[in-house]
């Protein structure tokens, strides 16, 4: 089992920056992959922002190619969603997904989500 953290979160003005920290219980070279997702306002569903495989594969949804940055640091033991030119639009929940590959199958783990805020 996986535990998440996250952290960095908090309240910027359009057009600043925000480090997201996903801190994981285990090593994060153990885990295949790690994502940052956004909580839908109403909802359930959440969507993918970034995310990075054990091989340092990335993926970005296409509103936050350009501006968002994605990385494992190892020795932390935390993958981080660096953004910039935060946008109203970019205001959510933002949560943390690990995603191990077990023998007997796939298991998803979720952190409990960090606030961002992007207003004037």
């Known amino acids: 089992q996986v535990q998440l953290e996250e952290s960095g979160g908090g309240w910027v003005q359009p057009g600043g920056s925000l480090s997201l920290s996903c801190r994981a219980s285990?090593?994060?070279?153990?885990?295949?992959?790690v994502g940052w997702y956004r909580q839908a306002v109403l909802g359930p569903q959440r969507a993918l922002v970034a995310?990075?495989?054990?091989?340092?594969?990335?993926e970005y949804a296409d509103s936050a190619k350009g501006r968002f940055a994605i990385s494992r640091d190892n020795a932390e033991n935390t993958v981080n969603l660096q953004m910039n030119g935060l946008k109203p639009e970019d205001t959510s929940v933002y949560l943390c997904?690990?995603?191990?590959?077990?023998?007997?199958?796939?298991?998803?783990?979720w952190g409990q989500g960090i606030q961002v805020t992007v207003s004037s």
């Open positions: 285990l090593p994060i070279s153990t885990i295949y992959q």
């Open positions: 997904d690990a995603q191990m590959n077990y023998t007997t199958g796939v298991q998803y783990y």
């Open positions: 995310s990075v495989t054990d091989r340092d594969g990335t």
